[in-house]
């Protein structure tokens, strides 16, 4: 039995050391805060427990019918492969949406991608190379870090704070992460994780030290329809001087609450990036057919549309933050954009309170469902006691998550207070 078991060891060993090794992407390719604790979910609705899902910016809201029905009524007979940047048809008519923003661009200024997802993977690729720097305002989206790692970019991450309201830090900190290696920054506006709104002057310095250091400005810039109490949206397009350092990154998913349809784009003056791009995009083929009829059609969305949009959000908003900052040891600051903010809690970890909360906590039968805010920092340690949320539910529902977030931190054994 002994020498079987000793012959059953190094077999083993044999096979481990046979077995091919994954790529170091691979490896630190980091997971996603936002799915990660999918599986506990997943586990506490077979045991029955309802969940309000607040970690992921999953809307509520129903899609626009005009999307949905040019769908449905598509007379198509062979689902064909589109253009490689778009369809030339949906591509001349984003010109006409973003003309309203007052961005001026043409066909050629755009390639419609796989979901913003893949508009910034097209960015990072043709931007930088292996090794380049891109600095980035965090907290961030968190897969920035995802896409960076696929470009093998490296991230320098530059923090702002909560007591602040995630405002941009100065632009004296954004110099000193500056090396002959930085090649870009890129930031979120309105922003996700934080909701906050950058204002003009703040843009503006931006383009200042763009200029002086002659670096590619990456702006994502899907949630421009979500700005409140009369605050402007400004667009890196609207800066003069350096249009051929900018590059727009956009998307469809929550403008018209159509996340599963995956149609984004990337737009900017810089030919050269364009033409790059372009060979990126062929390389993936083209964009979805069906997702990029119904973004054409999507166009026509009347305004009245976005307007109870936005009303619905600004509702849900002032609630949740209002009802947060009522619970002892909360403090969260009000967004001005977007629909997520992120809230401080008196907690020790909130990787293990998430967790906690779908594995060992309900009230009557109900718990929910928040993302830890570490992974939308690249700083270690960075956001411990900091959860992202989002207010995508209806009133009623943001209630009760509300009360089951107040309930579990009256018993959490991690609580600080």
């Known amino acids: 039995m002994k020498i079987a078991n000793k012959f059953s060891l190094s077999l083993?060993?044999?096979?481990?050391?046979?077995?091919?090794?994954?790529?170091?992407?691979?490896?630190?390719?980091?997971?996603s805060p936002i799915r990660k604790l999918v599986p506990f979910a997943d586990a506490a609705k077979k045991k029955?427990?309802?969940?309000?899902?607040?970690?992921?910016?999953?809307?509520?809201?129903?899609?626009?019918?005009?999307f949905l029905n040019a769908v449905k009524n598509a007379d198509v007979k062979v689902l064909e492969y589109s253009h490689s940047a778009g369809n030339i048809s949906y591509?001349?008519?984003?010109?006409?949406?973003?003309?309203?923003?007052?961005?001026?661009?043409?066909?050629?200024?755009?390639?419609?991608t796989n979901g913003g997802s893949e508009a910034i993977q097209i960015a990072m690729m043709t931007c930088f190379n292996a090794g380049d720097e891109v600095i980035i305002p965090e907290p961030f989206y968190a897969n920035y870090n995802g896409f960076s790692t696929s470009a093998d970019v490296t991230v320098k991450p530059i923090r702002s704070y909560i007591e602040s309201g995630f405002a941009l830090p100065p632009i004296e900190e954004f110099e000193k992460l500056i090396t002959p290696k930085t090649k870009g920054i890129?930031?979120?506006?309105?922003?996700?994780?934080?909701?906050?709104?950058?204002?003009?002057?703040?843009?503006?310095?931006?383009?200042?030290?763009?200029?002086?250091?002659?670096?590619?400005?990456?702006?994502?810039?899907?949630?421009?329809?979500?700005?409140y109490d009369g605050k402007e949206y400004v667009s890196v397009m609207h800066l003069p001087g350096i249009e051929n350092n900018v590059i727009l990154l956009d998307s469809i998913s929550k403008r018209y609450s159509a996340c599963g349809a995956r149609i984004g784009a990337m737009i900017s003056k810089n030919k050269e990036v364009m033409a790059a791009a372009l060979?990126?995009?062929?390389?993936?083929?083209?964009?979805?057919?069906?997702?990029?009829?119904?973004?054409?059609?999507?166009?026509?969305?009347p305004k009245s549309y976005f307007e109870g949009v936005k009303k619905e959000y600004i509702a849900r908003r002032d609630f949740v933050i209002d009802a947060l900052n009522k619970i002892p040891g909360v403090f969260c600051p009000k967004p001005s954009g977007a629909f997520y903010c992120i809230a401080r809690l008196p907690i020790d970890n909130a990787d293990k309170f998430c967790q906690w909360l779908l594995e060992d906590f309900n009230f009557n039968q109900q718990t929910v469902m928040l993302a830890p805010a570490a992974g939308f920092y690249s700083t270690p340690g960075a956001g411990h006691n900091e959860v992202r949320i989002a207010y995508v539910l209806n009133t009623s529902d943001l209630k009760n998550a509300v009360t089951c977030l107040e309930e579990a931190l009256k018993v959490y054994p991690g609580k600080t207070i």
């Open 48 to 66: 029955g427990i309802k969940i309000f899902h607040l970690n992921i910016g999953q809307p509520d809201i129903e899609t626009p019918p005009s």
């Open 91 to 112: 591509r001349t008519k984003l010109c006409g949406y973003y003309k309203e923003y007052n961005i001026n661009i043409d066909p050629s200024d755009i390639i419609i």
């Open 12 to 31: 083993l060993f044999f096979i481990l050391e046979i077995m091919p090794k994954l790529s170091s992407k691979a490896t630190q390719m980091p997971s």
């Open 186 to 227: 890129m930031i979120c506006n309105p922003g996700n994780p934080t909701g906050y709104l950058y204002t003009k002057a703040e843009l503006n310095a931006l383009r200042e030290l763009v200029l002086k250091y002659d670096l590619f400005l990456l702006s994502d810039e899907v949630y421009r329809e979500f700005c």
């Open 279 to 301: 060979k990126f995009a062929q390389a993936r083929l083209s964009p979805p057919s069906y997702g990029q009829i119904g973004a054409e059609a999507a166009l026509e969305t």
